[in-house]
């Protein structure tokens, strides 16, 4: 009989790496990817643009907007029947709290870029079908990488919710509501016009602001897209106000500010018990 | 070799142990140099702590009722075994407590209980299957 | 002679250790100080009513709770600081059922369950699953309770864990499995010498698995002894007295128990047999027979025990007493 003490070296923690990889598996254990992707697919068979008249167009047109759903609504997908009340089973593994919960996150991330990914391809061999693979490539490097960063920053935005708490949809929808309607509530009956808009900068700002990051390289890309595929070269009216170097200043940061945010969330101890008064 | 315990028993578990091996010992169920279960089989069969099997057999040990082969297991030793006359007293002994505890504990006393005895076991020997017990 | 009832105990590298743990829930206390001590190699029954805080208490071992005050230690690493080290040294049997993911297949889900386990034993695992006779393509949601349960026993000991929590471990067996569980548990015991808590309040299932016991009730350990202490001290006394006998002062306040009336009662006494012998018997009582409790009639006997009878314990003893408990 050895001592429990001589063999307790034998006994790991699990570190970052690991913990990741297994929630990547899990989630496709979980098939959730594969629904995201089925969602997408069937909004664009919905939504593709009948006018077109080439396929390769239609498909890929579209899905960046999807995408761009995609990224928030997958965030909290990622955590889907387990909030952080009933996260008792994945927090009794052998990973640091904090670790973990990134762990999921960042598999979570992963599966939208593999996603990501499949839709590029999906888009690349239709286009090669149709002999439209040299204008697909002319897309640009920037729109490419604006075309994922935006979903992921979403992704990140949703996941300060889910990874602090046991309802982040009714937080989500609460703050999407209220705060906007409280605003201009306060700027009508208290005149802080002014005040707010500075305030506000940070979302609002076209150089560098959190809205414009996201949606103005969507907005670009799909001009470019339509440029390319359906003008035929033609002259487009969407997208002014993406400044390329600004807005390569712009997405890190925010995808650091984020992430600072979720790490901030992760690390806090949320005391799993008060649903379970019950238990002794 | 067949060891029952009783876990309202007032007697500890490891005593019941030793009692019950003892009793194998007497009434020759195990054999000098016999192995006895191991630690591990024991305590599974029985449900009980390792522990408490390993205390019943190292007790067992000191009395010289048995003896270790080092990775071999727990063995009767020769001289422990085969009903000497010691060992049926012991028994004897052991019976005859439990029985007197519960002869006071309904307020008889020593002479009724013997009589009652020596009743019972007539009643026995004319019919076994009814006789004695209730 | 008052009663002095330990609820400490001295050892040198305990498997887990507890200093003044608290917690409270909104307005509910959990816990109140709690402060247990669990030896190395040692089968430790957690024993009190349902919300004396024994699950509140396996979890904060876990780190799965935060304790507001107090600390906790598991063989020498502190929870809090080394969360994940200590869950890496523990078999963790939750109170819950659904503990796991329902739409995981139960192979599956062992499967989830060892990627995190760098011990992992798969012979072991599926020696585990076939006793406990579990349904591995079966999705672990559509489980009975105890099917669940079953599994949840593997998930805990397939990694020999050196420490075992098991909460309520036989919460929704059946007779059957039941008894398989226990001879699964010492099985694990024998192989690995390993620690386990089991809380539960059921004492009878462990009676020959335990060897320390805790008491636990509204979030302070009552009593905490091992089991030799506890045959030797604690004891029914059954008595022939005269009628409305009032007993002996020095005997009357270590009484745990009463028990019968009239002529013959029966008293559970804390102390030194020979002591309360003689002094019952100078007080007028026959005392017909003395016998050491099974582990569930301590248990019960000292979760009846009135509120603050061993609170004297806790004060700092007369020099009358101290001496009396060498």
């Known amino acids: 009989m050895e001592s429990a003490m001589e063999r307790a070296g034998a006994y790991h923690a699990v570190g970052f790496g690991k913990a990741t990889a297994e929630q990547f598996r899990l989630l496709w254990m979980s098939r959730r990817p594969l629904f995201m992707m089925l969602g997408i697919v069937g909004l664009l068979a919905l939504f593709g643009e009948p006018w077109t008249e080439r396929p390769a167009a239609r498909l890929f047109s579209m899905w960046p907007i999807w995408m761009l759903l995609a990224g928030p609504l997958w965030a909290f997908a990622v955590w889907h029947n387990e909030g952080p009340g009933n996260r008792l089973y994945f927090w009794s593994h052998p990973v640091s709290r904090t670790t973990h919960s990134l762990g999921r996150l960042a598999a979570g991330a992963a599966w939208l870029v593999v996603l990501y990914g499949a839709l590029v391809l999906g888009g690349a061999a239709f286009a090669a079908l149709d002999g439209d693979l040299a204008q697909f490539g002319a897309v640009g490097f920037t729109a490419w990488v604006a075309l994922i960063t935006g979903p992921l920053i979403g992704f990140l935005i949703i996941s300060v919710l889910t990874v602090s708490s046991d309802h982040p949809i009714r937080w989500f929808l609460g703050i999407l509501l209220g705060v906007p309607l409280t605003l201009s509530l306060v700027d009508e009956w208290l005149g802080l016009g002014p005040a707010l808009e500075f305030l506000l900068k940070p979302l609002t700002s076209r150089d560098w602001g959190l809205a414009m990051t996201i949606v103005a390289p969507f907005l670009h890309a799909m001009a470019r897209v339509h440029e390319l595929f359906i003008d035929q070269g033609g002259s487009s009216t969407v997208g002014d106000g993406f400044d390329t170097q600004d807005w390569w200043l712009a997405m890190p940061l925010w995808i650091l500010f984020w992430l600072g945010v979720v790490v901030l969330m992760a690390r806090r101890h949320p005391d799993v018990l008060p649903r379970w008064r019950r238990s002794g | ?134 | ?326």
């Not at chain 2, 192995?35 to 390792?50: C, D, F, K």
């Not at chain 3, 909104?26 to 009513?49: H, I, N, S």
Request: aromatic share 4%; hydrophobic share 40%; charged share 25%.
């Open chain 2, 1 to 134: 070799m067949l060891i029952t315990i009783d876990a309202s028993d007032a007697r500890a578990i490891y005593v019941q142990i030793m009692d019950e091996i003892k009793r194998a010992v007497v009434l020759g169920t195990v054999k000098p140099d016999d192995p006895l279960p191991s630690v591990r089989h024991l305590a599974s069969e029985l449900r009980v702590n390792p522990n408490t099997v390993q205390q019943a057999y190292r007790e067992l040990e000191r009395d010289g009722l048995v003896y270790v082969r080092r990775g071999q297991g727990t063995f009767v030793a020769p001289d422990g075994a085969g009903g000497t006359a010691r060992e049926r007293r012991q028994l004897a002994g052991m019976v005859a407590t439990k029985a007197l505890r519960e002869a006071y504990r309904n307020g008889l006393t020593v002479e009724e209980l013997m009589e009652a005895i020596r009743d019972a076991e007539t009643r026995w020997s004319e019919d076994p299957n009814t006789g004695g017990a209730r």
């Open chain 3, 1 to 326: 002679m008052s009663l002095m009832i330990p609820t400490e105990l001295s050892v040198i590298e305990p498997a887990v250790e507890t200093a003044g743990l608290a917690k409270r829930y909104g307005r509910r206390v959990a816990l109140d100080g709690m402060d247990m001590t669990v030896p190395q190699g040692a089968v430790y029954v957690l024993v009190g009513p349902n919300g004396a805080g024994k699950t509140t208490t396996l979890r904060i071992l876990l780190d799965l709770v935060r304790a507001d005050a107090g600390r906790a230690g598991v063989l020498g690493l502190d929870t809090v600081s080394a969360g994940a080290e200590v869950r890496a040294h523990c078999g963790y049997l939750p109170e819950r059922q659904d503990a796991g993911y329902g739409w995981m297949k139960v192979q599956q889900l062992l499967d989830h369950h060892a990627r995190f386990r760098s011990n992992w034993d798969a012979a072991y695992a599926t020696q585990l699953v076939e006793r406990l006779e579990v349904r591995d393509h079966t999705k672990f949601g559509k489980l009975s309770k105890g099917e669940a349960r079953r599994v949840q026993l593997v998930m805990a000991l397939a990694h020999r864990p050196p420490l075992l929590l098991l909460d309520e471990p036989t919460d929704g067996l059946d007779p059957v499995m039941r008894d398989e569980a226990l001879a699964i548990l010492s099985d694990h015991v024998a192989d690995t010498g390993a620690t386990l808590v089991i809380s539960t309040h059921l004492v009878y299932e462990v009676e020959g698995l335990g060897d320390h016991l805790g008491v636990l009730k509204e979030g302070v350990l009552r009593a905490q002894l091992d089991r030799e202490t506890l045959r030797q001290r604690l004891r029914r006394y059954t008595l022939e007295v005269a009628e409305g006998w009032e007993g002996v002062p020095e005997v009357n306040e270590s009484i745990i128990r009463r028990t019968g009336s009239g002529r013959e009662v029966a008293w559970t006494v804390w102390g030194e047999e020979g002591e309360v012998v003689e002094r019952l018997k100078a007080g007028g009582a026959t005392v017909r027979h003395v016998d050491p409790l099974t582990l569930e009639e301590a248990a019960v006997a000292l979760l009846a025990m009135r509120e603050n009878q061993n609170r004297i314990a806790r004060e700092p003893a007369p020099a009358a007493t101290q001496a009396e408990v060498r």
